[in-house]
């Protein structure tokens, strides 16, 4: 079955404790943190001391998206704040391969992203020590952005790509019941989603009608 990870960009930044809650009753997989600086991205969310407050507030596992220039300064705040993954992205990462066992020393899971105009090739020499993929359906930055159908054939590449290994390959952007039926058929085993989580009053019923 197809994971679901909510992204709390969508949600009541003025009520994150309680939407954590909300996302725990819903049957949420993991909860998808998006972290920018306004600078990789245009626009700043939160970062290590607003996730730390939310931890103890759910056992669902934390991937924290790192929408930011320079992730290999700033890993291991993540780690102490309590995420379970972190997520890079390959265009700021000169030395991937690097990133990623620093991301494992730390005893977490790690993920590379990639933007809509970057190739699946980069992570030809990795996969070996991928734990997940983050396809970018959107340029990264704003939530509400519609889905980017030229990414399909990518994920299918991807999803031949890992082959039989054990690499969840998850979706970012622009998902509704209608995109996550077509992420799906791509290969994609997780999506993420905001807006399409957090509208509206039946956060249970949204995740349903995505899975
Ligand atoms: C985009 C973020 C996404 C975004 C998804 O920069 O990485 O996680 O919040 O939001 P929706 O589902 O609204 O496209
Ligand atoms: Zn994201």
Redesign the pocket.
Known sequence: MVRIAP?L??ADFANLKDEIFRLNEAGADMV?L?V?DGNF?PNLTFGPCVIKALRPYTDLPFDA?L?VQNPDDMLEWFALAGVDMITVHAEVCPHLDKTIDAIHALGLKAGVSLNPSTSENVLEYLLDKLDLILV?T?N??????EFMENQLPKIAKIRSLIGHRDIILSV????NPMTAAKAIAAGADML?????VFSGEDMAKNIAALR
């Open positions: 992204s960009l969508a998808h998006d920018m991205v998206h929408m970018m959107v990264p930055g704003f939530g509400g952005q970012d952007g622009g998902i993420v989603a905001g807006t399409a």
